[in-house]
T-cell receptor
Framework: GNSVTQMEGPVTLSEEAFLTINCTYT??????LFWYVQYPGEGLQLLLK?????DKGSNKGFEATYRKETTSFHLEKGSVQVSDSAVYFC????????????FGQGTRLTINP | NAGVTQTPKFQVLKTGQSMTLQCAQD?????MSWYRQDPGMGLRLIHY???????DQGEVPNGYNVSRSTTEDFPLRLLSAAPSQTSVYFC?????????????FGSGTRLTVV
């Protein structure tokens, strides 16, 4: 089946640290990949996406590269800020079938000043 | 554009009561879905719809009903509320056949069943 696995949280970093949140997927087809962010008390917002192998999605200083050979889509940011504290979800979507969005379990990130 | 609008934002129910969570979108999206979010459980799909008149079950459909009479609206009905249904509920919508777009989410309904 189709699934997404994220690194377990919570993750706590100091401001200006380098961030990596690992995400790997299993898919029966060729998915589009997404990172969503959920700030406290809010819904999910699309952070970035990539639709084919070697594509790099980027937004607000975050980046993730679609790696087909390792079935991965790791989220990175060079220098995190307190305002980046949130829950991050990796997700995939396939063109086949019902085209449901399949989420990972989420990673809670806390940035300390 | 309002995007995806969910009402109410907060609700407290007594066990056994019924209610309807409303979801409306103004983006002409064919695809709509309901998720629940529980601590440590991520997002779990309850029901989804690929167009008016078409609905299907997700991972955790028991205790919930949906219907899709229009493209814009996708209400979620709790038939007889139970404490296990205490959760945050999110509605999301998307184009069908355009998987590159991902979903647009509502701001959520926080439901407590006592």
């Amino acid at each position: 089946g189709n699934s997404v696995t994220q690194m377990e949280g919570p993750v706590t970093l100091s401001e200006e640290a380098f961030l990596t949140i690992n995400c790997t997927y299993t898919a029966t087809g060729y998915p589009s990949l997404f990172w969503y962010v959920q700030y406290p008390g809010e819904g999910l917002q699309l952070l970035l996406k990539a639709t084919k192998a070697d594509d790099k999605g980027s937004n607000k200083g975050f980046e993730a590269t679609y790696r087909k050979e390792t079935t991965s889509f790791h989220l990175e940011k060079g220098s995190v800020q307190v305002s980046d504290s949130a829950v991050y979800f990796c997700a995939l979507r396939l063109i086949q079938g019902a085209q449901k969005l399949v989420f990972g379990q989420g990673t809670r990130l806390t940035i300390n000043p | 554009n309002a995007g995806v609008t969910q009402t109410p934002k907060f609700q407290v129910l007594k066990t056994g009561q019924s209610m309807t969570l409303q979801c409306a979108q103004d983006m002409n999206h064919e695809y709509m879905s309901w998720y629940r979010q529980d601590p440590g459980m991520g997002l779990r799909l309850i029901h989804y719809s690929v167009g008016a008149g078409i609905t299907d079950q997700g991972e955790v459909p028991n205790g919930y009903n949906v219907s899709r009479s229009t493209t814009e609206d996708f209400p979620l009905r709790l038939l007889s509320a139970a404490p296990s249904q205490t959760s945050v509920y999110f509605c999301a919508s998307s184009y069908f056949g355009e998987v590159n777009y991902g979903y647009t989410f509502g701001s959520g309904t926080r439901l407590t069943v006592v």
